[in-house]
């Protein structure tokens, strides 16, 4: 299966400071059918259930905030939130869909300093 | 667009369980879906999938032989039947809403992310 990595696992910002973080996969996640690359962000906050960020390396789902932005190819891939603000507190998981069985990362915790 | 996970609950070791979740708001008989979950404090960890109309499924290792995934699309209904329980299994279940299939002469597939996620329902293993 592939293995997916996650840096850092902990990652504490000042409110209005950017942050980024950073997913690796153990193989290629390029689709050379379709040209896609099934990579996904999901965030999620406390007590909620997760919600989709970014599908396909740097799509940002309906109603996320352009401050979001992903970013990468191949097996190395990043999440960029521009601004960090109190709401964007939570668990940060990059996922890999190109095949089964669909792998998360550990997880990546964002809160505020 | 909606997804309403029951049939959570407390299990003996060695018991069974049937998970259901319910679809409102989008075709559901043209989407592929998932369960994923999630074990107390832990990441996110998918366990099982199933094509739109029900034809193919996948699981996890973990899960192969002792879960089954289907769906009723008259009901608009996703279905977990989890057999053969262990601790290992305790934790909240998510419902997921995945690939979209549009078929004319032939189907044409297009990934818009997991977009659609339950509130989960809680199982818990344990005597």
């Known amino acids: 299966e592939i293995v997916m990595t996650q840096t850092p696992l902990s990652l504490p910002v000042t409110p209005g400071e950017p942050a980024s973080i950073s997913c690796r996969s153990s193989?290629?996640?390029?689709?050379?059918?379709?040209?896609?690359?099934?990579l996904d962000w999901y965030l999620q906050k406390p007590g909620q259930s997760p919600q989709l960020l970014i599908y396909l390396v740097s799509y940002r789902a309906s109603g996320v905030p352009d401050k979001f932005n992903g970013s990468g190819s191949g097996t190395d891939f990043t999440l960029k939130i521009s601004r960090v603000e109190a709401e964007d507190v939570g668990v940060y998981y990059c996922m890999q869909r190109i095949e089964f069985p669909i792998t998360f990362g550990p997880g990546t915790k964002v809160d505020i300093k | 667009e909606q997804l309403v996970e029951s049939g959570g609950g407390l299990v003996q070791p060695g018991g069974s369980l049937r998970l259901s979740c319910s679809a409102s708001?989008?075709?559901?008989?043209?989407?592929?879906m998932q369960w994923v979950r999630q074990a107390p404090g832990k990441g996110l960890v998918w366990v099982s999938r199933?094509?739109?109309?029900?034809?193919?499924?996948s699981y996890a290792d973990s899960v192969q032989g002792r879960f089954t995934i289907s769906r009723d699309n008259a009901k608009n209904t996703l279905y977990l039947h989890m057999n053969s329980l262990g601790a290992e299994d305790t934790g909240v279940y998510y419902c997921v809403r995945d690939l979209l299939v549009l078929r004319t002469s032939r189907n044409y597939y297009y990934y818009f992310g997991m977009d659609v996620w339950g509130q989960g329902t809680t199982v818990t293993v344990s005597s």
């Open positions: 199933i094509n739109n109309d029900g034809s193919t499924t």
């Open positions: 193989q290629s996640l390029l689709d050379s059918d379709d040209g896609n690359t099934y």
């Open positions: 708001g989008f075709t559901f008989s043209n989407y592929w």
